[in-house]
T-cell receptor, first 112, second 115 residues
């Protein structure tokens, strides 16, 4: 079992729709959870982090964490073509103290 | 300011060359990281420096040699690389925290090509 798994893509949504990106992790001791966006040929850009169970909202982005289910998600409301990118879920803490463990990434395409 | 800078942006080197990658941050972060990223793959951790000391080496071949001269600067010295080492090399930094790792901010990367 992979340590961090993301829903297989690519994911395609129409402009204005909600994009839902999912991630599960295997280490129950994990403490910090991050979503990075990476455009082709560019470096990862942090868009959200979450530490506590529940929802965290920032503009059009909402991160959701459920530690009991070992599940973290990212919702993008009113998706725009500029949101088209690879989204990386990353987890830290537990046995991975001092480093991030990344999922394989989900490619999101928002079509006009 | 959450800026991490990396130089050069692009580097082409032969297998017998010696070169260095440079990373700099002035955010007062005390942890700095080197990652390697191949196409369509997530970043792969190479080294972690915490308070200027090497804390994690992910069994990286000795042809990659990290150096942290001070709390703002991180270098990666390259020698006798192989073509399969061609990749995007990313530097990141994070503030001190108690959650295993605090938020990591990435630099723009150096695109390395080994001929």
């Amino acid at each position: 079992q992979k340590e961090v798994e993301q829903n297989s893509g690519p994911l395609s949504v129409p402009e204005g729709a909600i994009a839902s990106l999912n991630c599960t992790y295997s280490d129950r001791g994990s403490q910090s959870f991050f979503w990075y966006r990476q455009y082709s040929g560019k470096s990862p850009e942090l868009i959200m982090f979450i530490y506590s169970n529940g929802d965290k909202e920032d503009g059009r982005f909402t991160a959701q964490l459920n530690k009991a289910s070992q599940y973290v998600s990212l919702l993008i409301r009113d998706s725009q073509p500029s949101d088209s990118a690879t989204y990386l879920c990353a987890v830290a803490g537990g046995t991975s103290y001092g480093k991030l463990t990344f999922g394989q990434g989900t490619i999101l395409t928002v079509h006009p | 300011d959450t800026e991490v800078t990396q130089t050069p942006k692009h580097l082409v080197m032969g297998m017998t060359n010696k070169k260095s990658l440079k990373c700099e941050q002035h955010m007062g972060h005390r942890a700095m990281y080197w990652y390697k990223q191949k196409a369509k793959k997530p970043p792969e951790l190479m080294f972690v420096y915490s308070y200027e000391k090497l804390s994690i080496n992910e069994s990286v071949p000795s042809r990659f040699s990290p150096e942290c001269p001070n709390s703002s600067l991180l270098n990666l010295h390259l020698h006798a690389l192989q073509p399969e080492d061609s990749a995007l090399y990313l530097c990141a930094s994070s503030p001190p925290g108690d959650r295993g790792t605090d938020t990591q901010y990435f630099g723009p990367g150096t695109r390395l090509t080994v001929l």
